[in-house]
Structure formats: structure tokens, C-alpha cells
């Protein structure tokens, strides 16, 4: 079994033009991992895409958020880190971390946090 587990986004308010960071780190029953992301889901909007790093530090960004957010991680820590910045209000959404994973009986699978409330204001 595998844990992740989110921090960073304290459920609070932050005002636009701010910065949050966001965490996630895995443990468990973790051989490797493939691919870290962060997802988000805006009330009555479907979860999208925001940013994705591959194990060998390759990102994806959506178009929404590039120049603006940057995805790293800590592969010592199996962590992921989602950093953002210039927040504007149509950021807020809820946020998930997602990863891709080996386990140690070989089996590959994909996890999802629990997911962190992040409000930005006008």
C-alpha cells in the first residue's frame, strides 16, 4: 500500500498575486516512480491537468500556468513540490498530486492525494 500525503495549500486564503507552495510526498510499497503531477478541480469544472515531472525531470505545463507555477521533486524523499506564483483567481480549485508508481511486487499504479483546498481572492 501506498500513502500520499499533501501539504502546502492550508485550506486558507491567500490574495491574488501571491504564492503557495505545495507538497506531496509518497511512502509505502514504493520500488520506483515514474511520473509526478499535480491535477486540479474548480467547482463544476472537470479535474485538469496543471503540471507533471518525469523521473528524469522533464515538465509539462498547462498553458494556464506556465511561466507562473514550477513542478520539481525530491526523488530521495519521493516528493513532489508544486510551486506557485502570480496567483490569480481562477486558480482556485481544489489540488491533487498524482503518482505514477512501481511497487515492489512489480505491479505499476497510479495513486492521488487527498487533495488541498487553494482560494485565491481579487
Known amino acids: 500500500q501506498v500513502q500520499l500525503v499533501e501539504s502546502g495549500g492550508g485550506g486558507g486564503l491567500v490574495q491574488a498575486g501571491g504564492s503557495l507552495r505545495l507538497s506531496c510526498a509518497a511512502s509505502?510499497?514504493?520500488?520506483?516512480?515514474?511520473?509526478m503531477g499535480w491535477y486540479r478541480q474548480a467547482p463544476r469544472k472537470q479535474r485538469e491537468l496543471v503540471a507533471a515531472?518525469?523521473?528524469?525531470?522533464?515538465?509539462n505545463y498547462a498553458d494556464s500556468v506556465k511561466g507562473r507555477f514550477t513542478i520539481s521533486r525530491d526523488n530521495a524523499k519521493n516528493t513532489v513540490y508544486l510551486q506557485m506564483n502570480s496567483l490569480k483567481p481562477e486558480d482556485t480549485a481544489v489540488y491533487y498530486c498524482?503518482?505514477?508508481?512501481?511497487?515492489?511486487?512489480?505491479?505499476?499504479?497510479?495513486?492521488w492525494g487527498q487533495g488541498t483546498q487553494v482560494t485565491v481572492s481579487s
Open positions: 498524482n503518482v505514477d508508481l512501481r511497487n515492489w511486487l512489480g505491479r505499476y499504479e497510479v495513486y
Open positions: 509505502g510499497s514504493i520500488f520506483s516512480i515514474n511520473a
Open positions: 515531472i518525469t523521473s528524469g525531470g522533464s515538465t
